[in-house]
């Protein structure tokens, strides 16, 4: 289960080693006569960070299930080498925004890594031959101290690492993150982020992040869409905060943002 929420492939025709950008072309969902977005034009390159921003209801969250498959679009969704040619099968990472468990069960960090790495039951499985790997993984997200605690003992932002390292392993071309450092401490929400960028200059991967946090955004992202329903406009922070639409949606805090002046979080 946990393998399938965190990492997918998407398809298309043919075979290249490494994405290096993400093209969403006239892309458009639909539920029944509602329409949850429509025409957004995208493009993410590889070692980016766009950051998608816009009142609750824009169709933020479903974008990102759409880019999984998991919901059915209309439009083209391109994964593009240097070269300007199709990829392969590139590998998707996707944090959520909580996961849903329960609290009192005893699995621990070791626990969820070894259901993800291994196709055999956990406990047929010895856990010393994963161990080393999983601690990698977790150093990466400098969270590898956590490796024995249980899931019901860590912290919201302790838990949004460990499924960060999650959905790094193995390393995506293309990274989503639904509000993942939504209800974290400012010190957590601060540890994500850079863990992120750092994650993004190292790596190289494309990553779509939502965020309602417009100080984060404004210091980490390379370019941030604003929607609803659909794409109202894209840029730099600076363009986007001192946009008059981004000012009608934020209100002040937005203009402050690309004044660089405020320090306010947006809830």
Same mark, same amino acid.
């Given at each position: 289960?946990?393998?399938?929420?965190?990492?997918?492939?998407?398809?298309?025709?043919?075979? =290249?080693?490494?994405?290096? =950008?993400? /093209?969403?072309?006239?892309?458009?969902?639909?539920?029944?006569?509602?329409?949850?977005?429509?025409?957004?034009?995208?493009?993410?390159?590889?070692?980016?960070?766009?950051?998608?921003?816009?009142?609750?209801?824009?169709? /933020?969250?479903?974008?990102?299930?759409?880019?999984?498959?998991? @919901?059915?679009?209309?439009?083209?969704?391109? +994964?593009? $080498?240097?070269?300007?040619?199709?990829?392969?099968? &590139?590998?998707?990472? +996707? @944090?959520?925004? +909580?996961?849903?468990?329960?609290?009192? *069960?005893?699995?621990?960090?070791?626990?969820?890594?070894?259901? =993800?790495?291994?196709?055999?039951?956990?406990?047929?499985?010895?856990? /010393?031959?994963?161990? &080393?790997?999983?601690?990698?993984?977790?150093?990466?997200?400098?969270?590898?101290?956590?490796?024995?605690?249980?899931?019901?003992?860590?912290?919201?932002?302790?838990?949004?690492?460990?499924?960060?390292?999650?959905?790094?392993? &193995?390393?995506?071309?293309?990274?989503?993150?639904?509000?993942?450092?939504?209800?974290?401490?400012?010190?957590?929400?601060?540890?994500? +982020? $850079?863990?992120?960028?750092?994650?993004?200059?190292?790596?190289?991967?494309?990553?779509?992040?939502?965020?309602?946090?417009?100080?984060?955004?404004?210091?980490?992202?390379?370019?941030? @869409?604003?929607?609803?329903?659909?794409?109202?406009?894209?840029?730099? &922070?600076?363009?986007?905060?001192?946009?008059?639409?981004?000012?009608?949606?934020?209100?002040?805090?937005?203009? *402050? /943002?690309?004044?660089?002046?405020?320090?306010?979080?947006?809830?």
């Amino acid at each position: 289960m946990f393998r399938n929420i965190l990492h997918h492939r998407a398809a298309s025709a043919d075979d =290249c080693a490494k994405l290096c =950008c993400t /093209k969403l072309e006239g892309f458009t969902v639909r539920i029944g006569s509602l329409t949850i977005f429509e025409h957004v034009n995208l493009h993410v390159h590889c070692g980016q960070l766009t950051a998608l921003i816009g009142p609750n209801g824009a169709g /933020k969250s479903t974008l990102l299930k759409a880019i999984l498959g998991e @919901v059915r679009h209309e439009g083209n969704l391109h +994964y593009v $080498d240097a070269k300007g040619k199709h990829t392969g099968h &590139p590998v998707i990472g +996707y @944090v959520p925004q +909580y996961l849903r468990f329960d609290l009192s *069960a005893p699995t621990t960090v070791l626990d969820i890594f070894m259901a =993800c790495l291994s196709r055999r039951p956990v406990w047929l499985f010895p856990a /010393k031959s994963l161990r &080393p790997r999983v601690q990698r993984s977790l150093a990466r997200v400098r969270a590898d101290h956590l490796i024995d605690r249980r899931l019901g003992a860590l912290s919201g932002g302790e838990l949004q690492r460990v499924l960060l390292a999650l959905a790094l392993e &193995p390393m995506p071309d293309l990274l989503l993150l639904d509000e993942p450092v939504s209800g974290v401490d400012q010190n957590g929400l601060a540890l994500f +982020y $850079d863990i992120v960028s750092e994650l993004r200059a190292q790596e190289d991967i494309s990553i779509i992040l939502i965020s309602h946090d417009l100080n984060m955004v404004a210091k980490h992202a390379d370019q941030v @869409v604003l929607m609803n329903r659909g794409v109202v406009m894209s840029g730099t &922070p600076e363009e986007v905060f001192a946009d008059a639409r981004t000012r009608r949606l934020f209100g002040m805090l937005a203009g *402050a /943002k690309a004044d660089g002046t405020a320090e306010e979080e947006v809830r």
